[in-house]
């Protein structure tokens, strides 16, 4: 596996198992994550930062992972979501999500789309 591989694969089981914070190492220093209507975040500090307040609000929240296409310098995750609380409560929602990997294999950016 490279390097890029390992980060991904290494990213979604955190998600997978709600661990936010192995989820965050998981990403370059400098690293982008964008989700839809909300500003981006830029380097690992602020992910760390978001994943950190998102734990902390507590909820129960799973991510399933449909596929994965990827040629080493960058992939797409489809994938599906759902939370307890907001308007759309228990409601699963499709999404996916391009990324892009560094020279090192680190994750440099996650950009999310609502499917």
Known sequence: MTAS???LATLLDAFG????ATAADCFA?????RE????????RAAIAAHFARFSA?????????DEVISDGRRACVIYR????????????RAGCATVRFNEHGRIAEWREYQG
Not at 17 to 20: C, G, Q, S
Not at 29 to 33: F, G, M, R, T, V
Not at 81 to 92: D, I, L, N, P, V
């Open 29 to 33: 220093d400098d690293a982008e994550y």
């Open 57 to 65: 609000a507590g909820g129960d929240w799973r991510f399933a992972v």
């Open 17 to 20: 198992r709600r661990d936010l």
């Open 81 to 92: 979501y759902a939370a307890e609380g907001g308007g759309e409560a228990g409601r699963e």
């Open 5 to 7: 591989a390992d980060a």
């Open 36 to 43: 839809p209507r909300r500003p981006p975040l830029l380097g």
